[in-house]
């Protein structure tokens, strides 16, 4: 008999949810990437979860390093509201988005070049006021801009959970 998921009621059962149900998976080549379960108990939220996961990608088109960050935020916003023993609301997550972004985003030059270099879009702020009037290098810069962008991710799995337990 095939044990399957019961839909989550709250944002930390959803980011649980989402944890458990990527996998990785490898290509020919030797490289691997995160997707999505497709095992037979997940069916029941698996659409659910592939919404959500559309959504935080923000207009790109599916693509590797927003399923591993998809991942990693969840992880790590799971091991900020861990701690406690009351469920976490979204405003308590909402607060830590910030630090996990902070603490996502690459330090690299070359992989902060490479991650821009994906996607032209990537190249521009959605809040340019985050850096008007700052002098600033390209490193520096180009990290500025992913940290915006993990932590928008982030706020549309807050939200988007958030809807589902509406």
């Known amino acids: 008999m095939t044990q399957t998921i019961a839909t989550p009621k709250t944002i930390e059962s959803w980011l649980q949810a989402l944890t458990c149900a990527m996998t990785i998976e490898h290509r020919p080549d030797g490289s691997s990437f995160y997707k999505l379960s497709e095992a037979a108990c ?13 959504a935080a990608h923000r207009d790109e088109m599916p693509n590797d390093w927003r399923y591993s960050m ?31 972004a902070d603490a996502l985003a690459s330090y690299g030059t070359c992989e902060l070049a490479d991650w821009v270099s994906d996607n032209a879009g990537r190249g521009f702020f959605d809040d340019p006021s985050l850096v008007q009037g700052l002098v600033c290098d390209i490193p520096t810069m180009l990290r500025w801009r992913q940290t915006e962008e993990i932590q928008l991710m982030a706020l549309v799995l807050l939200k988007e959970f958030g809807n589902l337990c509406a």
Not at 44 to 50: K, S
């Open 42 to 54: 997940w069916q029941p939220i698996r659409q659910q979860l592939q919404d959500v996961v559309r």
């Open 70 to 100: 998809v991942e990693s935020i969840a992880q790590a916003l799971l091991e900020y509201s861990e701690p406690d023993s009351q469920e976490w609301t979204d405003e308590q997550y909402a607060d830590v988005v910030f630090y996990v």
